[in-house]
Structures are given as structure tokens and as C-alpha cells.
């Protein structure tokens, strides 16, 4: 099952960012090219343009001739002659028909003995567009003349061009136009099918989180159920067995009380736990640091566990040097120690010793368990954090752990944006070494 949720949500995750990937490339490759394109014309186009300005001024003296300087008329045209152009002109009459033998002087109009158009009324106001005639690439604009205004010399003699096109040969600009196109898919190609290998493996990447938060959580679940189900089955069982005893005492039946209530604090215990570590997950608990005096903080909230140890024939030492205050949740430290000593005490056997110390190193605050008792294997270290882990599997009825204490020190230490670690002790037992930021 786990096999083909993972299979079918990688499947949907290289989907998606493939294309996501390939409009991203697509409307980039789109944007580039538009942008070279405009480039390139636009120096064509203002020659156009100056064509175009210059016969809508001529249109607008009366007796002015396209083929005569503006200034020959007396009025206030300052715009060059077309000669000065770099552009060409094609002539058309009334009926749009191109004037035959049309000629002017320079070399640069020798394409109009060669073209052959057709003029579109439509073109007329339209911004410059590219032909192909004769395996030629022209950008054109149609501009159209006041009657009279320009004769050209055509085949019948000198005729009145109602028409023109302006047109610039940009032959070079498109061919190289095409060439950076080529350029630019197969650039873009190759880089997509590159993104289509790195979408695989982010796929694949990123379903190992998910799938490990989800076998996490299936775990949790399930030892959750279980962790449950025992203490419930234990009062049951006893309150069942009661029952068939109406008529007996408190005295006689202590003994299933005193178990029932044990594993009532069992269950307070484990689900007051559980939603610790719920609330860890999300913004619900915040941690709330304030000054404070280290040395007698860690002494009050140990000096129950050195009595404890004293009863149960251990040795509970504390060891504190810390001068200066430091930031710290007062509750949430306060509850890491707490931890780590029942984890201490329940591990560990009479004759042996724990020892808490306190120490500033390099702007960090150290605080460190240790322990002479049963230590923790190699393998248990990997896990030691895990929740409902337990390295002892058949001891737990008796130390009586719910496997949560250690992930919610963990959680905690995190919380401070600190680190926890666990280390042997020599010669024997552990050592839970916490470092706080100051």
C-alpha cells in the first residue's frame, strides 16, 4: 500500500512541476524573443517612419513634390529629403496597381526594379509588417499621397502616384532573426529536458519527508492504540472481577483498586504527553524566556530527586556553575529536567549514582545527566528520541514509562533552538548532554 501511495503521489509531483517547469520556459523563451524581435525592427521601423512623416508633410503643402525638397515650397518644413534615407519607395496609382518603370536616382533603390506588390488600401495606418518577394524580406508601411502632389516617370510616361509602399530590405535581420530563433528553442530544449530529470528527482526527493512523516504517524498511531489499550484492559478486567463480588469490602479488594488507579495516573500520564507533543507540532505553544538564576533554579527543582535518590539508595549529586542569568521557559526547563531524571532514577539500579551539572561554554549553556546505570546499546541511541521507543520492550510495566518522555525533551531542548545528545558513560551507563544558545 505504502508502495503505491509513494508511486502515485511521485507520479502527481512530476507532473505538476514538469509543467510548471514547461510554462515557465515556454512564456520565458515567448518574452525573449518578442523583446529581440522589436529590437531588431526597430531601427527599420524608424526609417520607415521618417519616410512615412515626410510624404504626410508633403501631402500637406500644396505644390510640393515628393521628389522635391520641402524647402523649395517657402513654408516652414524642416524634415530631410527622402534621399537622405536609407529606405525605398514603391508607387502605386488610383487603382493600386504598381507604376511600371518607376526609377529613382541612387543605388540604394535598385530592389524596386525587381519587387512586385500589390497595394492592400487596408495596409493603410497600420504600423510597418514584413513581406517576402523574390526570396527578399522587406518591412513595409503603405502611406498614401494628395493627388497631384507626386509624379513619378512609369512606362506610359510620367504618371501620379496615389500610393506607396516605404520599405526597408531586412533580408540580414530576419535571417538572423531565424538563427537566434533556432538557437533559442533548442536552447530551451535541452534545458527542459534537464528540468524533466531534475523534476524527477525532486519527485522522488520529496516524497521521502511525507512518506516518513506518514510511517510516523502510523506508528504513533498504532503504539498510541496500544499504550491505550492495556491500562483500559487492566480496570476493566479488575472492575469486571469486582462485579462478581457484590458483597466484598474495600480491604479485600484494595489490591485491584491500588492497580486500578495506577494505571489510571498511567493513562493521565500518557495522554497528557500525547498532547504535549501534539501542541509541539504547531504554533499552539510558545516558548516564553526570562532572566534567571540558573544555580538556584536547577537546585529547587532537583532537591526532590536527591531525596528520592537517598531513599532508593542512589546518589543524586548536583554540580552548578553558572554565574550569569540566562534566558530560559522556566516551565519547559523545568520539565527537561524533570525528564531526564525519571529516566535516570527508573534506569538505573541501587548503588548507582547520577550526577547533574551546569556549566557555561563558549556562549552556550551546558547541561548534562549522567548516569551510572544499565546505558543505552548503539542501536537504542538511534532511537533513544523516537516516540513510544523503549529500549527495555519487556520493562516497561514495571519502570512504568509511556516511550514519550524523551521526545518531548527533545522537542523541548529544539524549542530553545538548543541540541541534545546521548553519550556513554564511562565506565558505565549515559550521559544526556543538553546545549542551549545564550
Do not use: C
Not at 23 to 28: A, C, E, G, P
Not at 145 to 154: A, E, H, S, Y
Not at 209 to 235: C, G, K, Y
Not at 307 to 321: F, I
Amino acid at each position: 500500500m505504502t508502495k503505491l501511495i509513494n508511486r502515485k503521489q511521485q507520479i502527481d509531483n512530476f507532473a505538476t512541476l514538469a509543467l510548471g517547469l514547461m510554462v515557465i520556459f515556454t512564456f520565458l523563451a515567448g518574452v525573449i524573443f518578442w523583446i529581440y524581435t522589436f529590437t531588431i525592427y526597430d531601427n527599420s521601423d524608424r526609417v520607415i517612419n521618417q519616410y512615412v512623416s515626410y510624404y504626410q508633410q508633403s501631402a500637406m503643402d500644396d505644390g510640393a513634390s515628393a521628389t522635391e525638397p520641402a524647402k523649395k515650397t517657402g513654408k516652414s518644413v524642416t524634415m530631410a529629403h527622402p534621399d537622405e534615407f536609407r529606405g525605398n519607395m514603391i508607387y502605386f496609382d488610383e487603382k493600386g496597381n504598381q507604376i511600371e518603370g518607376q526609377a529613382t536616382t541612387g543605388a540604394k533603390n535598385v530592389l524596386n526594379r525587381k519587387i512586385t506588390l500589390k497595394f492592400d488600401k487596408d495596409d493603410l495606418g497600420e504600423s510597418p509588417k514584413t513581406v517576402y518577394k523574390n526570396k527578399t524580406y522587406l518591412r513595409i508601411q503603405a502611406v498614401k499621397f494628395k493627388k497631384g502632389t507626386v509624379v513619378v516617370p512609369g512606362g506610359t510616361g510620367v504618371q501620379s502616384a496615389a500610393y506607396g509602399y516605404v520599405f526597408v530590405d531586412v533580408t540580414d535581420t530576419v535571417v538572423n532573426l531565424k538563427k537566434f530563433q533556432d538557437v533559442l528553442i533548442w536552447s530551451f530544449v535541452w534545458a527542459f529536458i534537464f528540468a524533466l530529470f531534475f523534476a524527477y528527482f525532486v519527485s522522488r526527493q520529496s516524497m521521502k519527508p511525507i512518506l516518513r512523516a506518514w510511517q510516523q504517524q502510523q506508528d504513533f498511531v498504532n503504539n498510541a492504540a496500544h499504550e491505550l489499550r492495556t491500562p483500559m484492559s487492566v480496570i476493566q478486567g479488575k472492575l469486571e472481577t469486582m462485579l462478581t463480588k457484590p458483597t466484598a469490602t474495600i480491604r479485600e479488594e484494595s489490591e485491584a483498586v491500588i492497580l486500578s488507579l495506577s494505571e489510571v495516573r498511567r493513562l493521565n500520564s500518557l495522554t497528557n504527553n500525547m498532547l504535549t507533543l501534539a501542541k509541539s507540532g504547531s504554533n499552539m505553544t510558545k516558548i516564553e524566556k526570562e532572566k534567571t538564576d540558573i544555580e538556584a533554579f536547577v537546585v529547587k527543582v532537583l532537591s526532590p530527586y536527591v531525596e528520592m535518590g537517598s531513599l532508593s539508595n542512589k546518589e543524586v549529586t548536583v554540580d552548578v556553575k553558572v554565574e550569569q542569568p540566562v534566558a530560559i521557559d522556566r516551565k519547559r526547563i523545568h520539565q527537561l529536567l524533570v525528564l531526564l531524571m525519571d529516566n535516570a532514577l527508573k534506569y538505573s539500579d541501587d548503588g548507582d549514582s547520577i550526577n547533574v551539572s551546569a556549566k557555561v561554554e563558549k556562549k552556550r549553556l551546558v547541561i548534562a545527566v549522567a548516569d551510572t546505570g544499565r546505558g543505552i546499546s548503539a542501536e537504542g541511541k538511534k532511537h533513544i528520541f523516537d516516540r513510544f521507543y523503549r529500549e527495555d520492550k519487556t520493562g516497561n510495566r514495571q519502570t512504568g514509562g509511556t516511550g514519550l518522555g524523551l521526545s518531548i525533551a527533545e522537542w523541548i531542548v529544539r524549542a530553545h533552538n538548543g541540541k541534545i545528545a546521548v553519550i556513554d558513560n564511562k565506565p558505565k551507563g549515559t550521559i544526556f548532554r543538553v546545549t542551549l544558545p545564550l
